[in-house]
């Protein structure tokens, strides 16, 4: 079985400060991993995947990510937040088979403070 | 770029009411998936759909829910006689058969059971 663990449930942050929102995984099989973006009451956006290749992913809104496999971690990274950053953020793990679901973390609050 | 649509986007139903929630997935995509999220939580798996079956559900997934892909492009997730418990956003998804690829997800129907 799958897990996810976000080790944050909450991390305030100053406006252009760097942050990074850590996630670690456990699975018995390959894997493919995600972060999303929930902003209130919306759906979730993609932020990046790693399904193969380089280990290291950009996304959108200047993230990026660093799949470390003999760590099972894949902590999100962004160099100088934005106050519209202020979102919560999910990391996710699916099994890299093709109907496998995705199992979600609990979730990281990140709050941008001017 | 084709997106998984849903609707309705905000459903309020009266408790041991059924609900259908609808979801028009990308057009080629094979296999299909519902999520939940009741409000402040994670997302939640609740079940996979491949070849007109179920591949996979979860414990939530009980027997007031059932899943149909009635007519090769609507998927649907029937709650039969909703509970105050059922409140949540529902998240339907949709992935392609080839390999190293995501997840879809659509934008979310809100469930309200008063």
């Known amino acids: 079985a799958q897990s996810v663990t976000q080790l944050d449930s909450q991390v305030p942050v100053f406006e252009e400060a760097p942050v990074e929102l850590r996630c670690n995984y456990s699975?018995?099989?390959?894997?493919?991993l995600f972060w999303y973006v929930q902003y209130p009451n919306q759906g979730l956006q993609l932020l990046l995947k790693y399904l193969s290749g380089s280990t290291l992913v950009k996304g959108i809104n200047g993230f990026e990510a660093e799949f470390n496999k003999s760590q099972t971690s894949f902590h999100l990274r962004k160099p100088s937040v934005h106050i519209s950053d202020t979102a919560e953020y999910f990391c996710a793990v699916s099994e890299g088979t093709n109907a496998g679901k995705s199992t979600f973390g609990d979730g990281t609050t990140l709050t941008v403070k001017p | 770029e084709p997106e998984v649509t849903q609707t309705p986007s905000h459903q309020v139903t009266q408790m041991g009411q059924e609900v259908i929630l609808r979801c028009v997935p990308i057009?080629?995509?094979?296999?299909f998936y519902w999520y939940r999220q009741i409000l402040g939580q994670k997302v939640e798996f609740l079940v996979s759909f491949y070849n007109n079956e179920i591949s996979e559900k979860s414990e939530i997934f009980d027997d007031q829910f059932s899943v149909e892909r009635p007519d090769g492009s609507n998927f649907t997730l029937k709650i039969r006689s909703t509970k105050l418990e059922d409140s949540a956003m529902y998240f339907c998804?949709?992935?392609?058969?080839?390999?190293?690829?995501?997840?879809?997800f659509g934008p979310g129907t809100r469930l309200t059971v008063l």
């Open positions: 699975s018995s099989v390959s894997v493919y």
């Open positions: 998804a949709s992935r392609p058969f080839s390999a190293y690829n995501e997840q879809f």
């Open positions: 057009s080629n995509h094979l296999y």
